[in-house]
């Protein structure tokens, strides 16, 4: 398993982890981020950054804790120098504690640290040819190897303290022994695979695994018993080590200002600035004590470490004065140089992949895809993680990066598409508004009516009315017409059961010049042609012939028609209405409609409510019928009694909205005065109980001529306010015969 590696695909697009990787090794796919694990110089950044937990360090735990098990071979930690800063305990106590856990041995590294410095100390005394960078941080090294070949030879031949310190205690050991190095760095992890750490640390583990360690097997340092160190080398100033400037320090290098020999570069920036100097050519012969944190005390391990960088430097320098006061006046017991491997038999090697460079012009042409045209379009904002437009240009061709991934074009992107759908919204609404204002009623059913209206303007997909003859279909289509984007194009009301069979497809699809007897020069278009771009609405569709039918199907799938007598097929852009008062189920059943038909046009379907189902919407509609149709025949405008519109509303409506209107257009005409009353309205509209004597029940005659007599009495009598003479006046008939009616009827 890869040192770091992607567990989890919920990225969230923050770039954190682009932005913050120093050799751009995230490729970006399908919005997820994954690592580039032959590019990865295991900074460990992008692990920490990811707040969606997207990647693992991996842990070699469980292979030291059977390392702690095996009594045939000795355990031996090694401590980085940083851990007085990670460890509240003071470090003899940590040295208990590991030993508690199972570790034979613990030797500091600081130790291996004094050693590496003294060959520092020697190389820097040599004459300096060229610029040299420091090499025990492991990610720089990583970083040379896999992204700057070039500058191998400029990394100082020199092993890291912790290769050192394992060398020597490898080589002192008589008995079989694993050694494992607790530090802060996560590329530790990758340096012990070098070809020249063979045969020194076997396992690195992190101060948090060590941590986890304590905290699983109970151990609690602070309460520990403290131990010694176990150590070969009465020195101590390697101890300053992981702090930045530490290396020289340790050296006995000075760092004097004046001193343009030596410098120290730390952090992501100086570093990668200092690399391109020397490949440019541009840094004079100079040691660069160079790591990537700002020390090990700001490893990738402390990334969660709630103290301060300056802190933790802080607790390292007194550790190290301590040392070095309490060691003060010992005699120095140097290592026998051949026992250690920190001399210059260190070599490097390229492990670059190479990534194809793509040419100005394809440069630009992404560039473009992603507005930005001219230099000044390109922000150079690095939201992407990428420091330039143009590289994150490059990263897209390479197909490490997407196009989308620059949030000003983003941003650009949702704005058009929120004005959009702000503007279709806004239609949306006057339409809603428009509908409310044409569309009479309030009460569920209208509602309803209004909702199908509105959304069935919004799309293209075929629409069936059904519903009784009157209750609105045709103004139902006119208005998902009106309300659509099509409003200012045709809406072509065509009523299949008016054109004579023989007729219709020339009606419909139009004919060319000379098709049949009577047709006209030139030809005609037919009705689908005419309503091209608006809309079509056949009504009556379930009279249409099954030879029509089959026509009109073949139509409505392909979007194009064939005049009568054509060949050419004209493409069509129509927006169908059907409708029908019959029920196409059962006409279905019968053999006379045809099913595929009835499921090409059956998409978004509404059957229309009678009037007698909704008699709440009367009032309204009485109102604004009254209104229409006082303005269309310049009338002068009534008012409806309330007697009168108890009627209105008890009557069942057979003929529905289109029997009211009839009514209303009769009684404005009629009527004299500025109300209609009671008395005006129909005989057979007063109480539903069959006395319309149009009614299609059949009864015996008498029994008709009986009730419409005594609905008349009444009737008269109402309108004369019971006044019994002039009600008989009002039906001319004698006061006698009146009299004995009323005495028939047995109204008092
Ligand atoms: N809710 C309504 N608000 C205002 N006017 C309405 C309403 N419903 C119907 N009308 C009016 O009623 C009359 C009859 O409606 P329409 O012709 O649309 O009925 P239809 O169902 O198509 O009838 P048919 O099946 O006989 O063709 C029209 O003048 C129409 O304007």
Not at 457 to 471: A, I, M, Q
Not at 602 to 624: A, G, H, K, M
């Amino acid at each position: 398993m890869p040192i770091v590696s992607d567990v989890k695909t919920t990225c969230k697009k923050c770039y954190s982890c682009v932005r913050g990787c120093p050799v751009n090794a995230i490729r970006f796919e399908e919005d997820q981020a994954e690592l580039i694990k032959e590019e990865c110089v295991q900074c460990g950044f992008c692990v920490n950054v990811c707040s969606q937990k997207n990647k693992v360090i991996r842990s070699d735990r469980k292979a030291v804790e059977k390392s702690l098990r095996n009594r045939r071979n000795i355990t031996i930690a090694i401590l980085a120098p940083s851990v007085v800063a990670a460890f509240d305990e003071e470090p003899n106590r940590l040295v208990g504690a590991l030993k508690k856990i199972g570790f034979d041995k613990v030797y500091e590294v600081a130790q291996g640290a004094s050693m590496v410095a003294r060959e520092y100390a020697k190389l820097y005394g040599e004459p300096i040819q060229k610029p040299i960078l420091t090499s025990p941080c492991p990610v720089i090294v990583n970083m040379v190897e896999r992204h700057y070949p070039s500058l191998i030879h400029h990394l100082a031949p020199i092993v890291s303290p912790m290769i050192a310190i394992a060398d020597y205690i490898k080589k002192q050991q008589k008995v079989s022994s694993d050694i494992v190095f607790f530090g802060p760095c996560v590329a530790k992890k990758t340096e012990i695979d070098k070809e020249y750490a063979k045969n020194t640390v076997d396992y690195v583990l992190l101060f948090s695994e060590l941590k986890a360690m304590f905290a699983e097997n109970e151990i609690y340092p602070g309460k520990v018993r403290p131990a010694a160190f176990n150590h070969f080398y009465e020195e101590c100033r390697g101890q300053v080590f992981p702090v930045a400037g530490g290396l020289l320090k340790a050296a006995e290098i000075s760092t004097d200002i004046l001193n343009n020999k030596i410098t120290v570069v730390e952090g992501k920036k100086e570093v990668l600035e200092t690399f391109r100097a020397i490949e440019e050519g541009k840094l004079e012969p100079m040691l660069i004590d160079i790591l990537y944190c700002k020390g090990c005390i700001d490893g990738p391990d402390f990334f969660h470490d709630n103290s301060s960088l300056q802190y933790r430097k802080r607790k390292v320098i007194e550790f190290a004065n301590e040392s070095i006061a309490k060691r003060a006046g010992d005699p120095e017991k140097p290592v026998k140089k051949n026992k250690v491997q920190i001399s210059r038999r260190v070599y490097y090697k390229t492990l670059q992949q190479q990534r194809t460079i793509p040419s100005e012009e394809e440069i630009r042409d992404i560039l473009a895809k992603s507005q930005k045209y001219s230099k000044e379009d390109e922000l150079n904002c690095e939201a992407c993680g990428y420091e330039t437009c143009r590289e994150k240009a490059i990263a897209v061709y390479q197909g490490i990066a997407e196009l989308q991934m620059c949030l000003p074009y983003l941003l650009g992107q949702k704005e058009n598409e929120v004005y959009y759908y702000k503007k279709r919204v806004e239609n949306f609404m006057e339409s809603v508004k428009e509908i409310d204002d044409r569309i009479i009623g309030h009460s569920d059913a209208i509602r309803a009516i209004k909702n199908f209206i509105v959304n069935a303007s919004k799309t293209n997909s075929n629409v069936l009315l059904l519903g009784e003859s009157g209750t609105g279909k045709t103004y139902i289509a006119n208005n998902i017409h009106l309300c659509g984007e099509r409003r200012n194009e045709a809406f072509v009301h065509i009523n299949c059961s008016a054109i004579p069979k023989e007729l219709i497809e020339a009606e419909l699809f139009g004919y060319e010049e000379g098709a049949f007897t009577g047709a006209r020069k030139g030809g005609s278009p037919g009705k689908f042609q005419q309503a091209d771009r608006g809309t079509i609405f056949l009504d009556e569709i379930a009279d249409m012939s099954p030879a029509m039918q089959a026509k009109l199907l073949q139509v409505i799938q392909d979007k194009e028609v064939q005049r009568v007598g054509g060949q050419q097929t004209i493409p069509l852009d129509v927006k169908i209405i059907t409708a029908t008062n019959k029920d196409l189920q059962e006409e279905i059943k019968k053999g006379n409609f045809r099913e595929d038909l009835y499921h090409r046009i059956n998409v978004l379907t509404f059957t229309v409510p009678s009037l007698r189902e909704r008699p709440e919407d009367i009032p309204l509609l009485v109102e604004y019928l009254m209104d229409k149709l006082t303005k269309k025949y310049q009338l002068p405008l009534k008012t409806v009694s309330k007697e009168a519109m108890k009627v209105l509303c008890e009557y069942k409506w057979p003929g529905n909205v289109r029997e009211l209107e009839n009514l209303l257009e009769r009684l404005l005409n009629m009527v004299e005065g500025s109300q209609i009353r009671e008395k005006h309205v129909p005989l057979h509209l007063w109480k539903n109980e069959n006395i319309n004597p149009l009614a299609n029940e059949v009864q015996p005659l008498e029994s008709l001529l009986e009730k419409v007599e005594k609905e008349t009495i009444l009737n008269a009598l109402k309108s004369t306010n019971n006044n019994r003479t002039k009600a008989a006046n009002l039906l001319r008939v004698s006061r006698s015969n009146f009299y004995e009616k009323l005495k028939k009827y047995g109204i008092d």
